[in-house]
């Protein structure tokens, strides 16, 4: 699949932002689609991640309260709703996606759980 992320930009902090991605290529029901963050000079870290039901979703702990990712399949769009960001959230995030590969899958909850990453958009939160 390939994935265009999109929404980034500079934010105080307090504020919101609405990252978007839109996803092509292959079945898009069939892929778990998540976000990725990295910081500057720092690891990939996963951020949440949503079934194609959108029925169960994961969440990094860092970021539970305040951010909630959703899909709408019709479109082939996943969303990132960033709310109360604080400057250390500030990193590029990526959108990504896992291939569901059996009945029993789970939300992958770690950045290598994802195969397909998109190319990045920049969040800056200024305090």
């Known amino acids: 699949v390939q994935l265009q992320a999109s929404g980034g930009g500079v934010v105080q902090a307090g504020g919101s932002l609405r990252l978007s991605c839109v996803v092509t290529?292959?079945?898009?029901?069939?892929?778990?689609l998540g976000w990725i963050r990295q910081a500057p000079g720092k690891e990939a870290n996963f951020v949440a991640g949503?079934?194609?039901?959108?029925?169960?979703?994961e969440y990094a702990d860092s970021v539970k309260g305040r951010f909630t990712i959703s899909r709408d399949n019709a479109r082939n769009t996943v969303y990132l709703q960033m709310n109360n960001l604080a400057p250390e959230d500030t990193a590029v995030y990526y959108c990504?996606?896992?291939?569901?590969?059996?009945?029993?899958?789970?939300?992958?909850?770690?950045?290598?759980?994802?195969?397909?990453w998109g190319q990045g958009t920049l969040v800056t939160v200024s305090s």
């Open positions: 990504a996606a896992s291939p569901i590969r059996s009945v029993f899958y789970n939300v992958p909850n770690t950045a290598s759980g994802y195969t397909d």
């Open positions: 949503i079934a194609p039901s959108g029925g169960r979703t």
């Open positions: 290529g292959r079945t898009v029901s069939s892929h778990v």
